[in-house]
């Protein structure tokens, strides 16, 4: 017998689907009101996952790629941060909308939908994207430590004080959700004082600022600035927060069996998610504007004429040459302590290590998800946590004990190109699921949905193959060095190949020629059958707890 596109496949929602699967974590119950319209109450039982995904915004690798952006270009690639944020709102939306209507994560829907071998190639990419993160969370914290303790703690022991994000994860989870987001919630707080605070003493030019967010063009900009333009993408969109982002929906009580239920979550959740992102934009802006104000064409001089007058410990780290300053989160916070007081450092170092602390713990539910949904596999947390944060720290530690701060600081850039790098596996499976009326029913995306994430992708993955290719041939220093750019770079197209080809498949209707193709069947993989989308047309009851499963 023929195999068909759509097999028998169980309903699927939060008690059905991967084996051994289970809701172990208490929800947030939404409270019922009389009126149809705004509620307020509602929106704060919603409130908590759209925060928690925010915090990828305002990692210290975001901060660096901010303070970066304004030394190089000034205020010109403001436009591009927020363009960036709007579309990260646009694919964060997404996101929340699968968790949300089919119970399930988008690591548990990768899980179902596609082959073994591009699951577990996007599963490797995740991973990477994860722990990339996670050793810029280390590099910032320590840094700070650093910076805090006046030299007294080193670099390589500010590394290793990191493994207790570890202990304090676990230990703050044990309280419950939600004390575990106002937690979240106050490292935001912290985070816009600190640079807040920062942005008041500079006092930036708030006319050009304005200018920068609605001019989309950066003229006469140096070759630098197109380099970071693509790090200011690579820096806010992350590919594990969309994952992050549809398993931390799930901690809210919905009642699936409901179309009113489910408009009304995908309602709140936007309204949280936009009020979260324009929080961190803001403080993106604030530190994008702190240092175009102050270290914009300066040079190395320059500063160490600042540090020199101000008797600064740290001066001896800027060289005495006329070549414009390179300024990472060390060197920025020298730098405020020269021009505005050794308090400005402090109170930077501050905002930086709440950046590292807060999305060191994001960053461990992003991997619980990942790994679960992948893998099909519940490993105890702190495992987890540990293998995570031991692959991070080996390689950061190793740095940090061998070389100097200045090394351990550039490792930034490095980072968000490799995680930029990711992007398309995350962005390409949201698209492909959300897209698909047979998982989401009548909450399907719109034409405009599909065609805006459709031409971000595109673009994403041309800055990703631009990338590449400038990398290499500024960095070609051997033949094997090619071989090994050559081999992952088609093993890559092959795979956005493959989840493109798989995007498109998903949108056809049952009709379609192409979803019955013996190869499309064989070698792109069954789809969710239609018995899900007639449960999302009617309100027929499910099981809503294992026993009645």
Not at 80 to 103: D, E, K, P, Y
Request: net charge neutral.
């Amino acid at each position: 017998m023929k195999p068909t596109m759509d097999d028998s496949h169980p309903i699927p929602n939060e008690l059905t689907g991967l084996s051994k699967k289970s809701e172990k974590e208490l929800k947030v119950q939404i409270p019922e009101s009389n009126s149809s319209g705004f509620s307020f109450q509602k929106l704060w039982a919603f409130t908590g996952p759209g925060f928690l995904m925010s915090i990828a915004y305002l990692d210290p690798g975001n901060i660096e790629s901010d303070l970066q952006s304004g030394t190089t270009a000034r205020y010109k690639l403001l436009w591009v941060l927020m363009s960036a944020t709007i579309l990260g709102l646009v694919m964060q939306r997404l996101s929340a909308r699968l968790g949300v209507v089919t119970g399930l994560h988008l690591a548990d829907m990768c899980y179902r939908q596609y082959r073994r071998v591009p699951r577990l190639f996007v599963w490797l990419m995740m991973e990477v994207a994860i722990i990339g993160s996670d050793m810029q969370e280390v590099i910032g914290t320590s840094i700070a430590i650093y910076l805090l303790s006046n030299k007294m703690i080193p670099l390589w022991v500010g590394v290793l004080i990191t493994v207790i994000d570890t202990l304090s994860f676990l230990m703050l989870d044990k309280y419950g959700l939600r004390k575990l987001e106002l937690v979240f919630g106050f490292f935001i707080v912290v985070m816009s004082i600190s640079f807040g605070y920062e942005f008041a003493v500079v006092k930036p030019e708030i006319k050009e600022m304005f200018q920068g967010l609605v001019t989309p063009w950066c003229s006469d900009c140096k070759h630098s600035a197109l380099l970071q333009a693509i790090g200011i993408v690579g820096a806010i969109i992350m590919p594990h927060n969309l994952y992050l982002h549809s398993g931390l929906v799930k901690s809210r009580e919905v009642d699936r069996t409901k179309k009113d239920k489910l408009r009304e979550a995908n309602f709140y959740f936007f309204i949280e998610s936009c009020v979260a992102l324009f929080v961190s934009f803001v403080i993106n802006v604030c530190v994008v504007s702190v240092f175009a104000h102050g270290l914009y064409d300066k040079t190395n001089k320059d500063v160490l004429e600042i540090c020199t007058n101000s008797n600064n410990s740290y001066k001896d780290i800027f060289t005495n040459n006329t070549e414009l300053v390179e300024v990472d989160i060390f060197k920025g916070g020298v730098f405020l302590g020269c021009q505005f007081g050794i308090g400005a450092m402090y109170i930077w170092a501050i905002g930086i290590l709440a950046a590292g602390q807060s999305s060191t713990m994001t960053g461990c539910y992003a991997g619980q998800f990942v790994m679960e949904g992948f893998l099909n596999l519940q490993w105890s947390r702190w495992k987890r946590v540990g293998f995570t944060r031991l692959v991070a720290i080996a390689p950061t530690f190793y740095v940090a004990f061998f070389s100097d701060i200045n090394e351990l600081s550039g490792m930034n850039d490095l980072l968000n190109a490799v995680m930029s790098l990711q992007l398309p596996f995350a962005t390409l499976p949201v698209i492909a699921f959300t897209s698909n009326p047979r998982i989401m029913g009548e909450f399907t995306n719109g034409f405009g949905n599909i065609i805006t994430t459709i031409v971000l992708s595109v673009v994403i993955i041309s800055i990703n193959v631009f990338f590449v290719i400038y990398q290499t041939i500024n960095n070609l220093t051997s033949n094997w060095y090619l071989i090994g750019v050559i081999a992952y770079s088609t093993i890559y197209l092959l795979m956005c190949a493959y989840l493109t080809l798989h995007l498109v498949i998903s949108m056809l209707s049952d009709s379609s020629r192409l979803r019955s193709n013996p190869f499309v069947i064989k070698f792109i993989g069954p789809q969710i059958g239609q018995n899900f989308s007639q449960h999302m047309q009617t309100n027929s009851t499910l099981p809503r707890n294992a026993e009645e499963l």
